[in-house]
């Protein structure tokens, strides 16, 4: 078990010169630990790559890592920390958007750019000019779905929402937009907590309401439970979610009750061009196991650092906010990345499907 | 109408875990006027028992999931989960019996952090996937039924209200039937006047907590069963319903303990399934204020006199 305290990313030395060190926050321990875990084997295989091929400007790059433990509050303590502490002259992180919303003020006040890998509440690049997140947001993500729904005559659909994520409340509310505004019916609105563990009475009064398909914008800690529950209750219908659902233990808690369920993400490990399997095949050396959306997204968000210290010569934070802003059409393993005018990254979803003990990729989604 | 029944399922089985629970609270309160806040951690510790002992055990009946798998599971969890109640009862409260009640209480609550703190340390603090001990599965009711056969009862749900009703009933024979039993109610009513009877005060008490902790390992397995989701934290939640559940029946009363999880446990499902599950821990909670308001003595309990 990873203990949650400091861990220093070990460096290769270029040359004995000065570290750009670079702050990176995650949850590497507590409910939502898959996510920090996944985006910070990404981040770590890319400055490993940095580095070794002589850093940046120089320089090599000092990863500080610190571990918000899944739970709120911790976030604001430690990039406090990373910025006046440790000088960091950036931030990485992070996955889940209430634990962004958290950090941002503060990296927006001390000036310090952050990237986020993978939040998609909007609300997280709003909080100033200095946030920045390589992945799509969700007033799109959550017309993905909507539109996947319809286009498989799922016209009735019950959606269940995690209150205290701005997250899943975000997306759901983009789903039942984009639903409603082109003829779906929302059947019922249930709600839970993240932290629950038992939800037969939200999914008893959802199969009341015989919906074609459940949506379930939530994280994977309680979706793997859901989806138990929710067939054990006679709930058959598909389940829909977002990116919420990549998590380790997802298929390892629900087992075959997943199957048939789609969601949107990211990232298919099993894209055919040659830079992600390049990248598969470097982090499988490395980690022993398959990618996912969070390495992914957080490999790209610290090569996209990288490349904005080497654009703006300098990590003085005013020329590399500049920088990071004018990122465009960076070749990620996410896709091809710009940044538009509010910081957000214009990106394309894929589709994936759960079945035989894995996700596969249905589709493709241009935004 | 259907709806409203499979709520109340999903509220009976639910109950049933409080139930569980809620014994340890009124029976270590009924012998030593004393509330265990470590209680719901015990709970915590079944579930981890179950977790690390289940791959052994079911091996033993043939590896996969099966009935006599998961009552060797069960009554494991239940026998390290009631040496661990007397080994903190002699640890941390015994030396303390002669102290005001504050610091006995104030131990407690230190014992509790130190469950959660130390199982997190120890187990992990991510939530663990619990092992499939009977495979769960909906029954299939008969279609003459008629509407009623659209309720969906799941294996899980019937074992956990069975095993209840059976762990509620061997508890009661024990406390009615035997000299033990009678000796634990003899204390309840008067420590030192079942001492001067010859009642072995410690070996009771002992015992006492021996029975609660192990209620609550039960709980803590059943509760697995439908919700394969542990981690070191999962007692608080569970131990505060159990709580309330306990003084609204009449914190001391065994019968009331068991009234009140089946209560709090249906309330839970009917505010969460017709209302609005953010409302479902305050209303919970405000039924705990009520009753301390209006009935202190819980549903079942009786107003006791002090008589100087």
Redesign the interface.
């Known amino acids: ?1 990873i203990f949650p305290a400091l861990i220093l990313g070990v460096c290769v030395p270029a040359l004995a010169a000065d570290p750009i060190r670079v702050g990176e926050f995650a949850s590497l ?3 939502s ?1 898959s996510f920090g875990q996944s985006a910070h084997k990404g981040t770590e295989l890319a400055v490993e790559e940095i580095n070794a091929a002589g850093g940046v400007l120089g320089r090599p790059i000092e990863l500080i890592t610190e571990d918000d ?2 739970q709120a509050g911790q976030p604001a303590t430690i990039v406090r920390k990373l910025i006046s502490q440790d000088k960091v002259v950036a931030v990485l992180g992070e996955v889940a958007s209430s634990k962004s919303l958290e950090a941002a003020p503060i990296c927006q006040q001390n000036k310090i750019p952050m990237i986020s890998p993978a939040s998609t509440n909007p609300k997280v690049t709003e909080v100033g000019d200095y946030i920045f997140r390589v992945c799509f947001i969700d007033p799109f993500q959550g017309t993905v779905m909507s539109k996947f729904a319809r286009e498989n005559g799922w016209n009735k659909v019950a959606v269940l929402t995690d ?1 205290k994520q701005d997250y899943s409340v975000g997306l759901a509310e983009f789903f039942i937009k984009d639903f409603l505004a082109n003829g779906g019916q929302i059947v019922r609105e ?4 993240t ?4 939800f ?3 999914l ?2 959802i199969k ?1 309401s015989q919906p074609d398909a459940v949506f379930v914008p939530g994280y994977y ?1 309680e979706v ?2 859901i989806a ?2 929710a067939k ?3 709930l058959k219908v598909p389940l829909l979610g977002g990116d919420g659902w990549v998590g380790d ?1 997802l298929l ?2 629900a ?1 075959k009750s997943l199957d048939g369920s789609f969601f949107s993400s990211h990232f298919s490990s099993d894209d055919a061009s040659p830079l992600v399997r390049n990248f598969v095949d470097k982090f499988k050396a490395k980690y022993g196991e398959v990618p996912d959306d969070m390495a992914a997204l957080g490999y790209d968000s610290a090569m996209i650092l990288a490349e904005a210290i080497r654009t703006a010569g300098t990590t003085d934070s005013g020329p590399l906010r500049q920088a990071i802003a004018s990122t465009a059409s960076h070749a990620g393993v996410t896709g091809r990345i710009t940044l538009d005018a509010q910081r957000n990254a214009s990106k394309s979803a894929v589709i994936l499907t759960i079945g035989d003990g894995g996700f596969r990729f249905v589709k493709k989604v241009e935004p | 109408m259907i709806e409203f029944l499979q709520q109340l399922i999903n509220g009976l089985s639910q109950g049933a875990i409080y139930a569980l629970i809620a014994l340890g609270y009124t029976m270590v309160f009924g012998v030593l006027r004393f509330i265990n806040f470590a209680h719901g951690d015990i709970y915590m510790l079944g579930a981890f028992a179950g977790f690390y002992t289940a791959p052994k055990l079911l091996s033993l009946t043939g590896g996969g999931p099966s009935y006599e798998g998961a009552a060797l599971v069960l009554v494991a969890a239940m026998a390290l989960c009631a040496a661990a109640g007397v080994i903190i009862e002699r640890l941390c409260y015994r030396p303390l019996r002669a102290q005001p009640r504050l610091t006995v209480l104030i131990a407690a609550i230190g014992v509790s952090l130190f469950l959660e703190n130390g199982g997190q340390f120890f187990f992990g603090a991510d939530p663990q996937a619990f092992p499939e001990i009977i495979a769960d599965s909906a029954i299939e009711l008969p279609a003459s039924w008629g509407d009623f056969a659209l309720l969906t009862l799941t294996v899980g749900q019937v074992i956990v209200i069975g095993s209840t009703i059976v762990l509620l009933a061997a508890l009661r024979t024990v406390v009615m039937h035997t000299r033990t039993g009678m000796a634990m109610r003899a204390l309840s009513l008067n420590p030192l006047a079942a001492s001067l009877m010859g009642v072995n005060t410690d070996a009771v008490i002992s015992f006492t907590f021996a029975i609660g902790s192990a209620m609550a390992g039960a709980a803590g397995i059943l509760t697995s069963i439908q919700q394969p989701s542990i981690d070191p934290l999962m007692g608080i939640n569970a131990g505060l319903k159990a709580f309330v559940a306990a003084v609204l029946g009449g914190i001391g009363n065994i019968p009331g303990a068991a009234l009140g999880g089946v209560i709090i446990g249906v309330l839970e499902a009917l505010v969460v399934g017709y209302i609005n599950p953010t409302y479902r821990d305050p209303l919970v909670f405000a039924v705990l204020i009520l009753v301390l308001l209006f009935k202190p003595s819980g549903l079942l309990g009786k107003a006791e006199r002090e008589k100087v």
């Open positions: 078990m321990t507590g409910a630990a433990q899944s209150v249930q709600k839970y907590s932290g629950d563990k038992d037969k009475p939200q008893t009064s009341a800690a793997s439970l138990k529950q054990l209750l006679g233990s390892k808690v087992g």
